[in-house]
Each structure stands twice: as structure tokens, then as C-alpha cells.
């Protein structure tokens, strides 16, 4: 009932390995399925599925999540690094992001979190390390630096690189452009927007977090409460995280009072 939007993996119907998916600002669905010639599908507001084709390889790997910035569609997959999609003046724009330089620079190709901040600039983590692309736009149009950087501090007068190797596996953005970054094994850092400073570290040794091992992490856009998931289950915590509200008449309420 997709017109072929949706396909199934070596024509079986029954099949249909579907991945992240995510609206655009003009209120289409765009989402991922696996092993199919089309890997990425786009659903419009009146209910039209479109099936469209991703860079070489990308129909032979799992793909995860799916984050959209500017009209840029950015997928993350299993072992291919990112793929990027974008439609401009009526053609598609197919690219890859990856571990060699001069086409991403990523630590690795084994991507296992994303997301864009408030700036527009796009956080990845994968299993050895967080670099980000802060001009992501050059990947599509071909100017300017298309590698990706990892957060350098000096500490005693040593320069390191944010989490160093540590597999991220959830990266967060808060309504203050916070990053809150999952990882396995070393718990939950929370960073001052540009990563350069650690806020606050949570793990089962200092806090009532359920495990080390985080798989992702969200917020209550109402109430603002992050909700984390561990590998040993879902905890909340109360903060003061609440994502950018964007409606139009929000209603404020004290809390607590007094």
C-alpha cells in the first residue's frame, strides 16, 4: 500500500526492515529501510510515498537513525559512516561521510549516534570517539571543509580530545544547546554547548543511573525531564533540559511553588 515506497528485503513482503525516521519543516516523512535498491523513502502531507536512492553501498548496509537539518538529510548506518541526502533545484544530491580525510574524516566508520545542534552544526559519535562537522553544508556544495573535527581542550597543560576513544552511542541536544552524550560503559557527560567545558558526569557510582551502558536519551518536551534508556532499563531525571518550545502559546507554570 506504499506504491513502492516501502520494499521488502529480496522481494519479500514480509520483511521490511525499517529504520530512523524524521519530518522535514515542511511536514514530510522521510525514513530508511535496509537491503533494498531504494533505502530511503519520503511520505508528503497528502500521503504520497516516494522511493529514492542513496550513495553506492548503501543498499547492502543497515541504516539507523535519520536527522534532517536545513533540507539536508543526513542516515546514519551500521558500518558505512553517513550517508547524505538533499534535493536542490530539482535534482537529488547523493553523499557520504566516512573515515578517510577529504570525505568526512570520521574516527570511524562504525556510527552509532547523531544529531545537529541549535547552530546547525552536526554532532556525531561512533565507536571511537564525538567529532563534529560544523559546516555540513559543504558536503553538498563542495566548498569548504568537508572533515569532521574532534573537541580539543587543554588540561594541565595537555591538549586532549573530548571522551577520547569512548564509544558514543546517544548524543542529545537541549533547549540551551547542551549536549547530553551517551556512552558504553563510561555513563552519561553533559556539556556546555561547544563541548569545551563538562558540566556534569552521571554514572551508577555517583548517581541512581541503572547502568553505564547507555542506548539513548530524550527529553519530555513538556515537562522537560530527560529520559534515559540503559541497557538495564528507563530512568528519569529532573532538570533543567526542557527542549526549545516550539509552539505558539505556551503555558508557564511554577515549579516548585514556593
Not at 536519551?217 to 527542549?243: F, N, Q, W
Request: include cysteine; charged fraction near 20%; glycine fraction near 14%.
Amino acid at each position: 500500500n506504499t506504491r513502492g515506497g516501502l520494499k521488502g528485503v529480496s522481494g519479500n513482503a514480509s520483511d521490511l526492515r525499517a529504520g530512523g525516521s524524521c519530518f522535514d519543516e515542511n511536514g514530510t516523512l522521510w525514513g530508511v529501510q535496509s537491503l533494498v535498491t531504494t533505502p530511503l523513502y519520503s511520505l508528503d502531507s497528502e500521503g504520497n510515498f516516494t522511493a529514492h536512492t542513496l550513495s553506492p553501498g548503501a543498499d547492502a548496509v543497515a541504516l539507523k537513525d535519520v536527522v534532517i537539518s536545513e533540507g539536508m538529510i543526513f542516515i546514519q548506518s551500521r558500518t558505512n559512516g553517513i550517508y547524505g541526502f538533499m534535493q536542490k533545484d530539482g535534482a537529488s544530491l547523493r553523499r557520504q561521510i566516512t573515515s578517510g580525510v577529504g570525505s568526512g574524516n570520521l574516527p570511524s566508520d562504525k556510527v552509532l549516534s547523531m544529531a545537529v545542534d541549535h547552530d546547525g552544526e552536526l554532532w556525531i559519535g561512533t565507536d571511537e570517539g564525538i567529532v563534529v562537522l560544523y559546516s555540513p553544508e559543504n558536503i553538498f556544495d563542495g566548498t569548504g571543509n568537508v572533515d569532521a573535527r574532534p573537541i580539543l581542550f587543554e588540561e594541565d597543560g595537555v591538549v586532549q580530545k573530548l571522551l577520547g576513544e569512548t564509544p558514543i552511542t546517544s548524543i542529545f541536544v537541549d533547549g540551551g544547546n547542551r549536549k547530553w552524550i551517551g556512552t558504553r560503559g563510561a555513563g552519561i557527560f553533559l556539556v556546555n554547548p561547544d563541548g569545551l567545558q563538562t558540566i556534569h558526569q552521571f554514572t551508577s557510582s555517583n548517581s541512581p543511573l541503572l547502568s553505564n551502558s547507555i542506548i539513548d536519551i530524550s527529553a519530555d518536551p513538556t515537562s522537560g525531564e530527560i529520559l534515559i534508556a540503559t541497557d538495564k532499563g528507563l530512568i528519569g531525571y529532573r532538570g533543567d533540559a526542557s527542549p526549545a518550545f516550539t509552539g505558539n502559546e505556551p503555558e508557564l507554570h511554577i515549579f516548585p511553588n514556593p
